[in-house]
T-cell receptor
């Protein structure tokens, strides 16, 4: 079956610390992968999306980066977190034409 | 102007009422999704539409490709339907890049 795993579920980090959130997909190959952020009470903001290994499109310039080292693995990183990086981060995947869409369970990040 | 516009932003209903949430988009799409997000954040896909109409239980979703408009209907609403409902489109020219509406916060009171 097709599943998506995202971890950790919650994370509290001090300002200036690094970040690594991981997302893996099972049950499909060559998925399109996405990282979204959702501020409290707001809509989903696309941060990065990837259509293949090593192919990353950045939607919002900021101190975050993404990498796709393997076909079904998508990593969101930061070298130094800012207070404004706090939020709810969601990983998602779609098939090539977007007919299938699945979300990870999300990571609540608090930067203090 | 957002590429995907949802209305209303907030909706409060009494249990049993018929509910409609609307979504308009401005880009060519290969698919449109209606999503549900409960408190706690998890998002599930309710429907994927590329044409016509789909029904699942008390939920009905329709799409008019020519008018670039979709609606999500909930019949006989129940307090457990309270959630944020999000419209998302997969753009046909961008390798299924997803664009989201801002969401509609639905509260159904008993």
């Amino acid at each position: 079956s097709q599943t998506i795993h995202q971890w950790p579920a919650t994370l509290v980090q001090p300002v200036g610390s690094p970040l690594s959130l991981e997302c893996t997909v099972e049950g499909t190959s060559n998925p399109n992968l996405y990282w979204y952020r959702q501020a409290a009470g707001r809509g989903l903001q696309l941060l990065f999306y990837s259509v293949g290994i090593g192919q990353i499109s950045s939607e919002v310039p900021q101190n975050l980066s993404a990498s796709r080292p393997q076909d079904r693995q998508f990593i969101l990183s930061s070298k130094k977190l800012l207070l404004s990086d706090s939020g709810f981060y969601l990983c998602a995947w779609t098939n090539t034409w977007g007919e299938k869409l699945f979300f990870g369970s999300g990571t609540q990040l608090s930067v203090l | 102007k957002n590429e995907v516009e949802q209305s209303p932003q907030n909706l409060t209903a009494q249990e049993g009422e018929f509910i409609t949430i609307n979504c308009s988009y401005s880009v060519g799409i290969s698919a449109l999704h209606w999503l549900q997000q409960h408190p706690g954040g998890g998002i599930v896909s309710l429907f994927m539409l590329s044409s016509g109409k789909k029904k699942h239980g008390r939920l009905i979703a329709t799409i008019n490709i020519q008018e670039k408009h979709s609606s999500l209907h909930i019949t006989a609403s129940h307090p457990r339907d309270s959630a944020v409902y999000i419209c998302a489109v997969a753009e046909e020219t961008s390798g299924s890049r997803l664009t989201f509406g801002e969401g509609t916060q639905l509260t159904v009171n008993p």
